[in-house]
């Protein structure tokens, strides 16, 4: 790994310069709402206000909703097409919990099945990351082992130390990217130790935290326990917002759309929170909340770490931040009983 | 407030009179409050009263079974009422703990006054019509309606007038009409187009969580015309046109049962200026048929009523 610094006021020429070789997406607020999104550029302001998404990367993977194929009928029969353009493309300020979140995805899309759509957007990203320094109180990726300032899932990792980022370039993109500029400096001795000082204070700034040990066996002993659960959902709501606002979440659900003649086959998110979820082939045999709200926490903390052995929270905070009701997921774990993992026995 | 309510809750689930007290208690994050289900009396010392108690607990009235006692504001009130007419509740299944209210804050109009998110604002103070916000050492002193929900600008009540207990306390009058109309009278103001560009951007965003529709209480329909696949009304994919479909068709089904509570405006992580439509329609009704909704337990549903006084100019 090589490290090297670029001044923050030669970042609209660094990105200028990516941008001429590929898109760069960046943090952008629209209507006040940030998310990722083609850069304009210009505007680089996001250095100073940009905190995290609240619409999660994983959307330039996996949209709320995409073409999958149109079709169009005519005298021969019926036109299909499937969408092809596959473009190269930067994001630009991901942070570390996003970037794990990403590579949990990636088992589901591109490790245990080969999912065109997916893969065809995710192999043309390279993915620059970002240094957290200033969570969220929702925020506890510390809690899943994820250091806000770390990352071995991105292709390069800047770290703000005022007036330069400290950049460190960990895969063959990342180090391509570096090569596109000339404002891509040399490091001292003194930037890397200002870079360790911010990375070791931003540790720190993550308050909030919860004790992940045992959780899985935990759940397992708990998940006949009805009144259990029917206690901690019943002020859920029952809508999407933490699933879908969830970088780790990937349900979806298929769609024929046609008008006259033409259509298009659309796939968009859905979410084991909506009483019609997996509707199709019955009815929903997570009818009552109870069970769906159990289906949630259990698929990340037990399903996950039981057939991959890891757990698929990052801590990002968002389901706690944009719940309508503050369900909070680290109440919950910390509240399991103690006894229930040990009752288990495993 | 907070004592009595605390108290009179406690009372009511010893005595048998309720199963379980829904209220509001300390939200896990800064300036927030959470809802509060509990059978357990000695819970209800941890209900809280203050300016950030935003859920309209109505909603909660539809699906838990038993007698419940439930903390209200005056458009809570007159949303329980509203489903006590339309015989979605019954009135001696409810227990209403009515408590006055001067208006809730409006965390994003806060942090857009100051440039800070939420979490990084120290405290946020209401001083009679004042409101303090503090960040750091500095101190930041605003009137009370520039930084409270547009719906509590428009209140039209402060406290509910059904209740089977009233908590004693001040209800201050922060009113501001104009303000409270301010985005839909601009979006009057836009040429169709226009208006028709403003929202197709705003439905663009839409993820279609259903969070606008969940918090509803207006919303109690077993199976919501979104989700019925034979015949398909409105498609399941977020695509602008039917997300904006979705939200038309919910404007209307709502009007005669919003209360203006500006649940679905505050819940929407994706900032769709959900209340331009329903407060719209809100006063369309009052305009229409002299009708507030939620005033009167006894009083038919809207729709289905009619007084031959009543605007019809679609027929005549």
């Known amino acids: 790994m090589i490290t090297k610094k670029v001044s923050k006021k030669d970042i609209r020429k660094l990105l200028t310069a990516w941008n001429q070789e590929c898109n760069v997406i960046v943090p952008s607020r629209v209507d006040g709402v940030v998310g990722m999104a083609a850069w304009d550029n210009q505007d680089i302001s996001f250095l100073d206000w940009y905190r995290n998404t609240v619409i999660p990367p994983k959307s330039c993977f996996l949209p709320k909703s995409e073409v999958m194929m149109s079709f169009k009928k005519n005298e021969n029969g019926l036109k299909l097409e499937v969408p092809t353009g596959e473009h190269w493309q930067v994001i630009f300020g991901v942070r570390p919990c996003d970037a794990r979140a990403n590579a949990i995805i990636d088992h589901v899309f591109a490790v245990t099945y080969d999912d065109y759509y997916y893969i065809s957007k995710r192999r043309n990203t390279l993915l620059v990351g970002l240094s957290c320094t200033n969570p969220y109180d929702s925020c506890f990726c510390t809690s899943s082992n994820i250091d806000p300032t770390e990352s071995e899932y991105v292709d390069l990792m800047f770290t703000d130390i005022g007036d330069d980022f400290v950049i460190e370039d960990f895969t063959g993109g990342g180090k391509a990217l570096l090569n596109m500029s000339n404002t891509v400096k040399k490091v001292t001795r003194a930037d890397i130790d200002k870079a360790k000082e911010v990375k070791a204070a931003a540790v720190g700034q993550v308050k909030k935290t919860v004790d992940m040990e045992d959780v899985d066996r935990k759940l397992r002993s708990l998940f006949n326990d009805r009144d259990y659960w029917e206690r901690i959902s019943a002020k859920c709501i029952s809508c999407g917002i933490c699933t879908f606002l969830c970088p780790t979440c990937f349900c979806f659900d298929i769609n024929d759309e046609m008008i006259r003649k033409e259509g298009a086959r659309y796939r968009g998110w859905d979410s084991c929170s909506f009483r019609s979820y997996t509707k199709m082939p019955m009815e929903n045999p997570r009818e009552e909340k109870w069970r769906r709200v159990r289906q949630r926490v259990c698929h990340k903390f037990e399903f996950f770490p039981m057939n991959l052995g890891i757990n698929a929270c990052v801590g990002c905070g968002r389901c706690i931040r944009l719940c309508p009701v503050n369900w909070d997921i680290t109440q919950v774990i910390a509240g399991l009983p103690v006894e229930a993992g040990v009752k288990s026995g495993k | ?316």
């Open chain 2, 1 to 316: 407030m907070e004592k009595e309510l605390r108290d009179q809750a406690a009372k009511l689930l010893e005595e048998g009179t309720v199963d379980f007290i829904v209220g509001f208690a300390a939200g896990t994050l800064k300036h927030t409050t959470t809802p509060l289900i509990t059978g357990d009396k000695d819970a209800t010392s941890s209900l809280v009263i203050n300016p950030f108690i935003s859920n309209n607990l109505a909603t909660y009235a539809l699906e838990i079974s038993g007698r419940l006692g439930i903390v209200a504001k005056g458009c809570d009130s007159r949303s329980i009422v509203s489903l006590i007419q339309d015989k979605q509740i019954t009135r001696q299944d409810i227990v209403i703990l009515g408590i006055p209210c001067s208006g809730l804050i409006d965390l994003k109009k806060v942090e857009k006054l100051s440039g800070k998110e939420r979490d990084e604002i120290d405290d946020i103070a209401v001083v009679e019509d004042k409101v303090v916000i503090t960040i750091g050492s500095e101190k930041r002193e605003v009137t009370a309606a520039t930084v409270l929900f547009d719906h509590c600008l428009g209140c039209e009540l402060q406290i509910p007038q059904e209740y089977d207990f009233l908590i004693q306390g001040p209800a201050n009058e922060i009113r501001d009409n104009e303000a409270s109309r301010e985005k839909i009278q601009e979006l009057k103001q836009m040429f169709p187009d226009q208006r028709w560009a403003y929202w197709k951007q705003q439905f663009s965003r839409c993820i279609r969580c259903y969070a606008c529709r969940q918090v509803c209480p207006a919303c109690f329909c077993e199976r919501c015309f979104v989700e019925e696949s034979q015949p398909r009304w409105v498609s399941p994919v977020s695509l602008w046109q039917d997300n904006l479909i979705f939200q038309a068709v919910r404007a209307i089904h709502v009007a005669g049962r919003c209360t203006d509570c500006g649940e679905c405006e505050r819940v929407c992580p994706v900032d769709i200026p959900l209340r331009s439509l329903s407060k719209e329609m809100y006063d369309l009704v009052g305009e229409m048929f002299d009708y507030k909704t939620g005033m009167n337990a006894g009083a038919p549903p809207l729709m289905t009523a009619y007084e031959l006084t009543e605007v019809e100019s679609l027929i005549r």
